[in-house]
C-alpha cells in the first residue's frame, strides 16, 4: 500500500492544493520551540567560555540572531508558493544531478545536530531520573524517531503544546538567571574583545542559517494564499525570540559559572535557586525540547536521503520509504551518540561554523534564484525529471556555490584550521560577510542567460497537469 493508517504519505513529491491546510501563525510557535532547547543554549557560551564579557556576549548573540534567522526565514516563504520540501528545491540551480552536493552536508547537519541533542537529552536525564545515559540516548532517540515517522501535522502540534509549557517554565527559569550574581566587568562596554565577539556573532548566525534547510518542509502544506510576508514574519519572529531567548541564558550561565561551567549541571543549579528540584524540572522539560527538535532532524533528513536516492532512480513516495529512511537516520546518529567523545562544546563549536561555512553559499544562490532571477516561478514537474528543463548538472548554481566557499577558505576560524586573514585578525571569523555576496552575486550575472519567460510558459502549461499527477501519487498502489 502507498499509505499507512496515521502516518503522513507524502515525502518529497509536490502538495496538490485539495491536501493544503493549517494556519500561518503556527510557523510562530513551531520555529520558536525548534530553538527553545539546551543545544541552543550552548551556542550563546562560545563567547563567555573564550574570553569575551557578558554584555557584548548578548550583543553578538543578538545581532548573529537577527541577521541569521533572516536568511532562514526567506526559505521558509518558498513552502507555500511551491508545495515542495526544502532541499529538492535546490534542483533548478544546482540540476538534478548536481544537488547531490548540497543534500550530502545537508544529511550530515541533520546527523550532526541529532547526535549532539540526543547527548545532552541523555546527561539531562541522567542528572534528574538518573540511570545510564547511554539508556535514556537510546529512549530520546526512539520517541523522536515515532514523532517523525506519524509526520507533519503531529510535529507541528507537539511544537505549540511544548512552546505553552517552555513560556511557563523557562520564564521563571529567566528570572532567576537574571538574579545571579555575575563577575565583575560582565556588563562592561570597554570590555570588547574582537575574537570571541565574532566567534560568538559566526556561531549564532551559522546556527540560524542553519534551519535554511528545514523551513519549507514545514510551511509546504500551507495554502498559497499566506503569502510570502506572513510566512515570513511568524518564521522570524518565532526562530529569533526563541535562539535569542536560549543563546543570552546561556550566555549568562556560562558568564556566572565561570570555569566551573557545565552546560546541563550549571543549568539545573540555576533552576534550583528558584527551588530545590526546579533545576530538574528545566532539565526534564528541556530534554522534550531536544526530542522534539531531533523528530525534526529525522523528518528532515528522510527528505534528504528520499531525494538523494530519487537523483539515481525515481522513487515513488510511499509511507513505507519513509519509515526506512526514517529508521536509518535515526540509527545513524544514534551510534556515534553512544560512542562520542565527552568534549561536548568544542565538538560542538566545530560543527557549527561547519554548518556555516557549507551553507552559506547555498542560502545565497537559492534565495538570489528564487527572489530575483527567477522570482517564485519554476516547472515543479521538471524538478522530478531526470532529463527535464532545469538538467543533470546545474553549472551555474555549482560553480557559484563553489567559488564562494572557496572565497570563504581564508577567512575561517577554528579549533582546527585557521585561514591566514583570521589568522592576522587575531582569529576573528568574518568569512559569513564575503561567502554570501560572493556566491550569490556571482550567480545573478551566471544566471542572467537562463530563459525565464519560456520557463514560465513551461510551469503554466505543466500546472494542472501536476495537479492531476500529485493526486495519483497519494493512492494506493494496485
Not at 89 to 111: D, I, K, M, N, T
Not at 161 to 184: D, H, M, N, R
Request: with cysteine; aromatic share 14%.
Amino acid at each position: 500500500m502507498a499509505s499507512i493508517a496515521g502516518v503522513e504519505v507524502r515525502s518529497i513529491d509536490y502538495v496538490p492544493l485539495d491536501e493544503r491546510h493549517g494556519r500561518v501563525w503556527s510557523q510562530g510557535p513551531l520555529w520558536f520551540m525548534s530553538n527553545a532547547q539546551i543545544a541552543t543554549l550552548a551556542v550563546g557560551t562560545f563567547s563567555a567560555i573564550g574570553g569575551g564579557n557578558l554584555i557584548w556576549s548578548l550583543l553578538a548573540i543578538v545581532l548573529g540572531a537577527l541577521l541569521g534567522t533572516f536568511f532562514m526565514a526567506f526559505h521558509a516563504a518558498q513552502g507555500p508558493q511551491l508545495g515542495l520540501p526544502q532541499m529538492i528545491q535546490s534542483r533548478p540551480q544546482f540540476g538534478y544531478v548536481g544537488a547531490l552536493l548540497v543534500w550530502a552536508f545537508a544529511y550530515l547537519q541533520y546527523a550532526g545536530f541529532n547526535i549532539f541533542n540526543t547527548i545532552l537529552a541523555g546527561d539531562s536525564l541522567h542528572a534528574t531520573v538518573h540511570g545510564p545515559a547511554k539508556v535514556w540516548i537510546v529512549i530520546a532517540t526512539v520517541l523522536a524517531a515515532v514523532v517523525a515517522l506519524i509526520g507533519y501535522d503531529l510535529i507541528h502540534s507537539v511544537e505549540r503544546w511544548l512552546s505553552a509549557g517552555f513560556l511557563v517554565i523557562f520564564g521563571i527559569l529567566t528570572i532567576a538567571v537574571f538574579l545571579l550574581p555575575y563577575p565583575a566587568g560582565s556588563f562592561d562596554l570597554g570590555g570588547f574583545h574582537a575574537t570571541p565577539f565574532l566567534v560568538q556573532f559566526g556561531a549564532v548566525a551559522g546556527y540560524q542559517i542553519s534551519w535554511a534547510i528545514y523551513v519549507s518542509d514545514y510551511s509546504r502544506y500551507l495554502p498559497p494564499t499566506v503569502g510570502i510576508k506572513r510566512t515570513f514574519l511568524w518564521t522570524y519572529f518565532g526562530s529569533a525570540l526563541g535562539g535569542i531567548w536560549l543563546m543570552c541564558l546561556g550566555a549568562a550561565l556560562a558568564s556566572w559559572a565561570g570555569d566551573n561551567f557545565d552546560t546541563v549541571s550549571s543549568l539545573r543549579q540555576a533552576g534550583d535557586r528558584v527551588f530545590h528540584g526546579f533545576g530538574g524540572i528545566v532539565l526534564v522539560f528541556a530534554m522534550l525540547g531536544l526530542v522534539s527538535v531531533t523528530a525534526l532532524n529525522m523528518y528532515g533528513g528522510s527528505l534528504t536521503l528520499i531525494s538523494a536516492a530519487d537523483s539515481f532512480r525515481s522513487i515513488r513516495p510511499t509511507s513505507t520509504v519513509r519509515i526506512v529512511t526514517i529508521v536509518f537516520t535515526a540509527v545513524l546518529s544514534l551510534v556515534p551518540a553512544l560512542l562520542i567523545g565527552a568534549d561536548f562544546l568544542t565538538n560542538f563549536e566545530d560543527f557549527l561554523l561547519l554548518v556555516l561555512y557549507l551553507f552559506v553559499p547555498w542560502t545565497a544562490v537559492n534565495l538570489v534564484d528564487y527572489y530575483v532571477v527567477r522570482r517564485g516561478h519554476y516547472a515543479i514537474a521538471e524538478i522530478f525529471n531526470p532529463r527535464g528543463l532545469y538538467g543533470r548538472w546545474g553549472w551555474r548554481g555549482i560553480v557559484s556555490y563553489l567559488v564562494g566557499f572557496g572565497a570563504m577558505l581564508p577567512f575561517l576560524s577554528t579549533s582546527k584550521y585557521t585561514g591566514f586573514v583570521a589568522d592576522a585578525m587575531g582569529g576573528a571569523d568574518i568569512s559569513f560577510f564575503i561567502g554570501l555576496p560572493v556566491a550569490g552575486l556571482l550567480y545573478w550575472l551566471l544566471a542572467r542567460t537562463i530563459d525565464v519567460q519560456a520557463e514560465t510558459v513551461i510551469a503554466d502549461r505543466e500546472a494542472a497537469q501536476l495537479e492531476r499527477l500529485a493526486d495519483a501519487h497519494a493512492r494506493p498502489q494496485e
